[in-house]
């Protein structure tokens, strides 16, 4: 009788895995290839009419699919067309940006179709209290604004210009006041009821490129920042080098020189002091350019200056080579946007002049924020990755 029972559960137990199989199956179907039919469910999965039928109607009562439509003009009955109900779940993505003024934050909403349903920057002050009551606030009124339901977020992506160590709950390597503090992205959890993770903002930007800029089909490549701060992302065919704490690309605190040594850079301490954006200004106004920003520096910029800015992005560059060798670096933030094909050739060219080492110099091709655009992929694509593991999970039970 031990046997038998056995035996029953067991086969009880495979016909639940083929459910839920079959079932993230088809939503994987439904999230990828957007509307589809019964006929074109079967014809992708191979299951039997019957399946198919009851897979659907789990997960149209389950709110993660839709009838959309139905078919017309050919023979037969009209058949119905089924998709992903947009609001069976939402990601978040939000961008905390260094300005040297009171921080910025981007935010916006992404449905389950990848639709943006929801897109705000405003200042957020962080140097208080609870700074994640700050940004849960921030979030929680834009969704007020386009009616949207903050329940219904199941993740948030946070970019930050910083590194996240997991370990020790905290954010590193970061000059917004209040963005440090520890503890800080637990309580955004708590408070939002749903996954958070947190990028630098770089890495992000990376992610943009990769899907919506010139490293569409790059085998490995670098991106550059250049902007109020400076940094570096990895990516190696698709994945992105975090580092053992988050902090692989933090190329700002390179140090330049020997101490005592006279160089090019005049002793400075670390890659940040000669090309972040104070660095970018100063530059500017040794060649009687006089600008409030990088960005405006470099678009007001003549030759000579461009050709100075190009030696110390050179040097730049001429470290990421050396180590990894990528097929390409692109020029990125408002540093590399504003100096578009003039930096880049005149990059090219120092590069080139500082020795043996080569790489294709490109200008960002993002001219969205590509901070938030990243940071709305990854988002949505851990939403969907989310969804098709709880749809097994649940169905296995």
Known sequence: MGLMSTSVERLSGSAKLLRAMNTSAVLAHLLSRGPLTRSDIRELTGLSKPTTSEVLRTLVSADLAIVTG?????????????????????????????TGRQPEVALAVT????????????????????????????????CRDAGLAPDRIRHTHLGVPGSYDPTTDAI?????????????VSRLRRRLGATVEVDNDVNLAAIAERRHGVARGADAFALLWIDYG???????????????????????????????????????PDLHSVLAGPAVVALAAQHGVRATDPAAAVKAGGAAFLAALAQRVAIAAATV????????IVLAGTVGRAGGDRLRDATTVALRASGPLEATIATTGVTDDPVLLGAIDAGLERVRE????????????
């Open 111 to 142: 449905d389950l179709s990848g639709a943006t349903r929801a897109r705000h920057e405003r200042v957020v002050g962080l140097d208080v209290a609870e700074p994640a009551d700050a940004l849960v606030k921030a979030l929680h009124s834009v």
């Open 386 to 397: 989310d969804l098709i593991r709880s749809v097994q999970h649940n169905h296995r039970q």
């Open 172 to 184: 590193h390597h970061v000059d917004v006041p209040g963005l440090g503090r520890a503890g800080l």
């Open 321 to 328: 080579v050396a180590v990894l060798d990528p097929s390409l």
């Open 70 to 98: 139905h078919t017309s003009g050919g023979p037969g009955p009209n058949a119905e067309i089924y998709a992903t109900n947009p609001d069976g779940a939402y990601a978040a993505a939000l961008s905390v940006r260094e």
């Open 230 to 268: 400076l940094g570096l992302a990895i990516d190696l065919g698709g994945t992105l080098l975090r580092g053992s704490r988050g902090g692989a690309g933090e190329i700002g605190y390179m140090p330049l020189g020997l101490p005592g040594a006279r160089t090019l850079l005049r002793d400075a």
